[in-house]
């Protein structure tokens, strides 16, 4: 029998060291003034097709350059943001952000998908579809061109709760993908009882395919799983050529990661074409 409970934020109290709680006191302080004072904002990483290098998507990841400590990774502000209380206007910014890029885009003439990151705890309660309906009212983005990756899926606790809130997010019009699929325990479970469209391998399994056999079966094993569900599956962290060979030759339709494109700015997507990628990644895609 599941719990019915939500996600319980873990206690300041309880974080590992005083730089910790130090750090976290005044993020809470100033998460909000850095939303609205620019400091943060998104880039993008570009999602291609295998077989012709054709960019097929963006994934936006949300960064914030603090004016004196400088960039702060998404990894380092995330789970405090989430802490502090302030993860549903964090992820507000990031979704409208996300979708106005979208329309500018389009303006420009490129017609892309755009996918963002939603954590998991989000997916216990219903605010977070008023929060998708109202972004996409008042962008007026395509919401048939938003994809929305699930993060740390095993941090789902009540997965009841989790299939009517998705379920709704997809009578919107967005693609419900769940993301670093492979890690963490609820993994299957999740793959099972949740309406997802979309699955990306998590790149702890793509990186290490050309080096480790159990990584490289475990990934075809995933794009057959994916098959059979009929579910897209992505593969997230391509760092090289040799890796992007072995997902073709597996069937692997779309992949993202540093060999096809670090995450890059707006402008910088605007220019991003097939000839984008390294001549060495050209010749086998
Ligand atoms: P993710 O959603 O799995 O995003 C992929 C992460 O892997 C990104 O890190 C990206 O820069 C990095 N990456 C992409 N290709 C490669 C590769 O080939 N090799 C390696 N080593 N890394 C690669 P980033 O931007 O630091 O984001 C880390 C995580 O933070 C994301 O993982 C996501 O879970 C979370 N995140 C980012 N933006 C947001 C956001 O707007 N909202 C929420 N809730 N979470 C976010
Ligand atoms: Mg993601
Ligand atoms: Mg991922
Ligand atoms: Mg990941």
């Known amino acids: 029998e599941r719990t019915t409970e939500t996600y319980e934020p873990i206690e300041i109290a309880e974080l590992a060291s005083d730089e910790d709680l130090i750090w976290n006191i005044s993020l809470q302080a100033r998460i909000d003034s850095a939303l609205s004072n620019g400091e943060i904002y ?4 570009p999602k291609i097709l295998v077989q012709s290098g054709e960019l097929v998507g963006v994934e936006a990841l949300v960064r914030w350059r603090d004016p004196v400590k400088g ?5 380092h502000f995330i789970r405090q943001c989430e802490n502090a209380g302030r993860m549903t206007h964090l992820t507000r910014h990031v979704l409208e952000e996300a979708c106005l890029a979208g329309n500018a885009f389009e303006d420009r003439g490129l017609k892309l998908p755009i996918a963002v990151n939603i954590s998991a705890t989000l997916v216990h309660e ?3 579809v008023r929060m998708v309906r109202e972004v996409l009212d008042e962008t007026g983005f395509d919401p048939l061109r938003l994809t929305l990756e699930i993060t740390e899926t095993y941090r789902i606790s009540n997965f009841e709760a989790a299939h009517d809130v998705l ?8 693609k419900i993908s769940m993301d670093d699929f492979g890690v963490g325990a609820a993994s299957l479970e999740a793959l099972q009882r949740l309406p997802f469209s979309e699955l990306k391998i998590d790149r702890m399994f793509t ?10 079966g475990i990934v075809r094993h995933v794009l057959r799983l994916g098959k059979e569900l009929r579910i897209i599956v992505v593969a997230e962290g391509v760092e090289d050529g040799s890796t992007l060979t072995l997902l073709r030759d597996s069937g692997c ?5 540093f060999a096809i494109s670090r995450p890059i700015s707006f402008d910088e997507i605007l220019k991003f074409q097939r000839f984008s990628i390294p001549e060495e990644l050209r010749k086998m895609v």
Not at 207 to 216: C, V
Not at 253 to 257: D, E, F, K, P, R
Request: glycine letters at 6%; a negative charge.
């Open 42 to 45: 998104l880039i993008y990483q």
């Open 126 to 128: 219903r605010d977070i």
């Open 253 to 257: 339709l779309v992949a993202q990661g």
């Open 207 to 216: 990186s290490a395919m050309n080096t480790d056999a159990k990584a490289a």
């Open 167 to 174: 379920s709704e997010l997809a009578a919107l019009g967005p």
């Open 71 to 75: 960039l702060i990774p998404p990894d």
